[in-house]
């Protein structure tokens, strides 16, 4: 299947994207460890929250989801799940495999097998096994290459100390900090080398206060300290209501066709005290000559009538919109270099090779560097038509199909893997790209 873009002119509206996967998987998680009943609101419905969902379901929770309102109820069984021997297919979804490995490693007399599509049989997760061990837990790579499928088994006092890298994923140590609170016994976690995409343990810690879990954590996120049974628990009775915002990623390609066809896209429900930090690829907008006006809760990226420039910019804590701005760079004057970001050659594909090959359809001339990449636009366009491969990957799907709003005849292929994250995407981009 492919799908292929309409110009449009420069985009004009105003847009509410779907709730946050990143913070509605974290909210999963505590109201699924909670010791209370929970109703998030504002919650995505995509494929990787539907994988997590139907893992809980699986693992005997009791959860109710209605997508048109965008909620979902879940009861919560304190960490003690009802179904102690269970397989779990978490398909491509990073945030589950590696959420519930170590939620469930917390569990006493447990079997389980997690396990996913061939890519997430890819995708490293030595690192949070590594830990667990440390603190106790019988967790294991099935094939022995630190890899899933994981096999995790009946542990001994789960607790103490345990020293985690944060070079490949943050998401190991969010892990961590999810399941710590249930544990029996005090844990402290040490963080060894670069911490990568900072901001995300940030929302972790926030989401994991919401819910009532107390985590002592170091001004440098170095280390952290989460006392014995601190557990998700709240004093108020009745169910505990959590908003989840719209999601920041999403919001990034919004902005991108504002940027790139010369509009002013407003995003509502974000603003710049966002629990996510992709909210500040704004700032690499600004960076690039866009203006930028943050409100209460909205976020405006009008694009002035010159020429957008070239920049060199870290974009570790904000990596989820690498590929976002690469695309805005095809119309920037003069190159951009996105540096710091090795770690996404870990992603649903290798984020930088892949974006560095798809760019250079378009005439750029992209030089590939171990952690990222140097792109020099195209003094003019092809005339021929332009089919970009996705690589099973959302974000190269969402991201190309902005080249689109002002590159003739792109063309996307298997643009329904943005059901990973974003459903509805295409559907929205040709609704709101027509506002103008």
Request: charged share 20%.
């Amino acid at each position: 299947m492919v799908k292929k873009i309409r110009i449009s002119g420069p985009v004009q509206c105003h847009v509410k994207p779907p709730g946050s996967k990143s913070i509605t998987n974290r909210a999963l998680v505590c109201a699924a460890l909670s010791d209370y009943n929970t109703c998030l609101t504002g919650a995505l419905d995509s494929e990787d929250t539907q994988v997590m969902l139907d893992a809980l379901r699986t693992l005997g929770l009791y959860i109710e989801h209605n997508p048109e309102e965008a909620t979902i109820y879940v009861k919560g069984c304190g960490g003690d799940f009802p179904n102690k021997n269970a397989e779990i297919h978490v398909a491509n979804s990073g945030t589950t495999a590696r959420f519930l490995t170590a939620a469930l490693a917390v569990t006493e007399g447990c079997n389980y097998r997690i396990y996913g599509k061939p890519r997430m049989h890819e995708r490293p997760i030595g690192d949070l096994i590594s830990a667990l061990w440390q603190l106790g837990a019988d967790v294991r790579s099935e094939m022995g290459n630190d890899c899933p499928p994981v096999l995790i088994g009946k542990n001994g006092k789960f607790g103490g100390n345990a020293q985690v890298s944060g070079e490949i994923s943050s998401q190991f140590l969010s892990a961590l900090l999810l399941a710590a609170p249930v544990s029996p016994s005090d844990i402290i976690l040490s963080v060894q080398g670069e911490l990568v995409s900072k901001p995300y343990i940030q929302m972790t810690l926030e989401v994991m206060r919401a819910f009532g879990a107390t985590v002592d954590a170091a001004d440098d996120f170095s280390r952290f300290r989460i006392a014995a049974n601190s557990q998700y628990a709240r004093k108020q009775g009745g169910t505990f209501c959590y908003a989840v915002e719209p999601d920041a990623s999403a919001a990034s390609y919004f902005f991108a066709a504002a940027a790139v066809t010369g509009g002013t896209v407003t995003v509502e429900g974000l603003s710049q005290n966002s629990l996510q930090g992709d909210i500040n690829f704004c700032c690499c907008l600004e960076q690039m000559g866009c203006r930028v006006q943050f409100d209460a809760n909205s976020t405006t990226v009008t694009t002035p009538t010159n020429a957008l420039q070239g920049i060199t910019v870290d974009m570790n804590a904000i990596s989820d919109t690498v590929m976002t701005l690469g695309i805005v760079a095809l119309f920037a004057k003069g190159p951009t270099r996105i540096t710091n970001v090795a770690h996404i050659r870990h992603k649903e594909t290798d984020r930088i090779s892949a974006l560095a090959c798809e760019l250079r359809k378009f005439g750029a001339t992209v030089t590939e560097f171990d952690d990222g990449l140097e792109i020099i636009p195209p003094i003019t366009f092809p005339d021929n038509e332009i089919e970009i491969n996705t690589y099973d990957d959302h974000r190269m799907a969402m991201s190309f199909a902005i080249a689109g709003l002002k590159v003739p005849d792109v063309v996307i292929r298997d643009p329904g893997c943005v059901a990973k994250t974003y459903p509805g995407f295409f559907d929205d981009l040709e609704k709101y790209a027509k506002r103008h």
